[in-house]
């Protein structure tokens, strides 16, 4: 048995004092596979760092966040098409609109939406989705390029069952992290109702550490605890949910 962390910031300063040691966690926890999707230009040594010295571990993704879009996002997204154009990543994230933070680059986020859109479907690889207080306009982008074949992960899903049901209509999969062990998140009835069938398993590290380490720093070994609430809200053995999750990660990555 072993799990797949498809979204995890490992490569932040909150673990460089302990980083390879919490990669040895995870590793003993089963967790092998860890997918590392990129913020903005600051970011991106510092990930591809950890990705060449664990290449059997941790896999690189390329994209700009969407509360990294300011004034500069052109220069930015240039700098993410430089390294499409240099090395091989595994999605286009974490790329989307946030609108709880900040709304000042609305429109700016839109339009770096759509252009990462077509950067996925230009370099067939997934788009890892991030959408906060954003499911309309998030839709909206997407329904845009609706016939072009897109896959990907909705990462950090808290959305209802019908925008989970719509979000896999379009092809994509739903990214279940430690919220789902927050009380009345809403995210067990999601569960529930899809099944694993569309279901693959993140931590979102450092941020959203799941019950019994809620508040504490999060990391990738404690994807156990997520695996483990979906089985017990599921009914389905812990063993089956690893088996699934995971092929439904390989299906996002992998293919194409």
Not at 49 to 72: I, R, Y
Not at 170 to 182: A, L, P, T
Request: hydrophobic fraction near 40%.
């Amino acid at each position: 048995m072993f799990f797949t962390d498809t979204h995890s910031h490992i490569y932040l300063p909150e673990f460089d004092q302990d980083r390879d040691e919490m990669i040895k966690r995870a590793i003993d926890q089963e967790v092998t596979e860890i997918f590392l999707p990129n913020i903005d230009s600051e970011s991106i040594y510092p990930m591809l760092q950890l990705a060449d010295k664990f290449p059997q571990h941790c896999f690189p993704m390329m994209g700009l966040h969407p509360t990294s879009v300011k004034k500069n996002f052109r220069q930015e997204l240039e700098i993410i098409e430089e390294w499409l154009e240099k090395r091989s990543f595994f999605g286009i994230g974490e790329v989307g609109i946030d609108l709880y933070w900040d709304k000042t680059f609305r429109e700016e986020q839109v339009l770096v939406f759509k252009h990462q859109i077509q950067l996925s479907l230009d370099y067939n690889l997934p788009l890892i989705i991030h959408s906060r207080n954003s499911s309309r306009e998030i839709f909206s982008c997407l329904e845009d390029f609706s016939k072009k074949n897109l896959r990907g992960i909705f990462h950090s899903f808290t959305g209802t069952i019908k925008e989970a049901q719509k979000a896999i209509s379009m092809g994509f999969k739903i990214g279940i992290n430690g919220i789902v062990s927050f009380k009345n998140s809403g995210l067990d009835r999601v569960v529930a109702e899809i099944g694993l069938d569309h279901l693959v398993l993140e931590t979102d590290s450092p941020y959203l550490a799941p019950v019994p380490k809620r508040g504490k720093r999060n990391e990738s070994s404690f994807l156990i605890y997520i695996a483990e609430k979906i089985a017990e809200i599921t009914g389905i053995d812990i063993e089956i949910v690893a088996i699934k999750t995971n092929q439904n990660a390989a299906e996002v990555f992998r293919n194409g």
